[in-house]
């Protein structure tokens, strides 16, 4: 049992989902739930709780806005098919879900990295289609890009190579390191390094660029988040999905043309160079 002298609290997403719960909760699959309780349990883990702890706090839930609590999470774990399950089901469940978590904390797993990095992919995916921050056709295309690199490697820093990101977003390599520069401009994306290149057919070492903190982000807008235009609350971002042929709204139609650009989709617009002395090596080869 790995135990810490002193508990500390879990971190809101973590409350969030006790209190809430999972989405589309399918009742004949639950991997979903089993994966939703272990990303729980290893915060808790890795937070010095014990199993007993983590236990009574799915079954007592999270206080809501209203003062009442709620545990959703724990609903769930207890119904299948609308129908309460046996406790020994239950109780088989959130032991396998606990000890799957100590095992990977103990094997180095790091939850509270990747959930806030889930976090910053979700709340970027919600908002590239708000006319609020302006994006060009070639700005969202891009952003999408990093967006889903991010997701799939659950890491911050992501290589962009300008042919890489030229090839999954259709435009021209030039079209793709200057949307990559106006973004970080914008302080939408960061970059973490220059990258080199090398030329002569020898390969050389793409940027590296990551998302910005969107809190930092909106902070600068003076909002602490934008207001959603999606009625339906899905995002436009499929992380399963290369995208080849654009679908809308990455088709540059309406939203992402309201913002005036000195950039076209083909990279014929005005250079950055003479700007931007040092971006020559944005997009280079990896």
């Known amino acids: 049992m790995i135990t810490a002298s002193k508990a500390t609290p879990l971190p809101s997403w973590a409350l969030e989902i006790i209190a809430d719960g999972i989405q589309d909760d399918d009742n004949d699959d639950r991997r979903g739930l089993f994966r939703a309780s272990h990303r729980v349990a290893c915060s808790a883990v890795a937070h010095g709780w014990t199993e007993i702890e983590f236990r009574n706090l799915l079954k007592d839930g999270v206080k809501t806005k209203e003062g009442r609590p ?3 999470l724990w609903r769930q774990v207890n ?10 089901t239950v109780d088989r469940f959130l032991s396998k879900v606990w000890q799957c978590a100590e095992d990977n904390i103990a094997s180095g797993s790091d939850p509270e990295r990747e959930s806030y990095i889930l976090t910053i992919v979700k709340r970027w995916s919600e908002v590239i289609a708000n006319s609020a921050i302006h994006l060009s056709r070639s700005e969202a295309l891009v952003l999408d890009y990093v967006i ?5 490697r659950k890491f911050r820093n992501i290589a962009c190579p300008g042919r890489g990101v030229a090839e999954y977003t259709g435009l021209s390599h030039q079209g793709a390191v200057e949307a ?3 973004l970080r401009d914008r302080r939408i994306i960061i970059r973490r390094s220059s990258g080199t290149w090398v030329g002569n057919g020898r390969r050389g070492r793409a940027a590296i660029y990551s998302l910005a903190d969107p809190d930092e982000f909106f902070s600068l807008l003076g909002v602490s988040t934008l207001p959603s235009e999606n009625p339906s609350g899905q995002s436009i971002f499929n992380p399963h999905k290369r995208v080849t042929v654009h679908t809308n709204p990455l088709l540059g139609e309406g939203m992402y043309t309201n913002r005036p650009t000195n950039q076209d989709d083909k990279g014929r617009g005005t250079s950055h160079k003479s700007s931007h002395a040092g971006d020559e090596t944005v997009g280079a080869v990896e």
């Open 70 to 72: 709620s545990n959703g």
């Open 79 to 88: 119904t299948r098919r609308g129908r309460k399950l046996k406790w020994r």
């Open 148 to 152: 889903t690199g991010t997701h799939r």
């Open 180 to 182: 990559l520069t106006s």
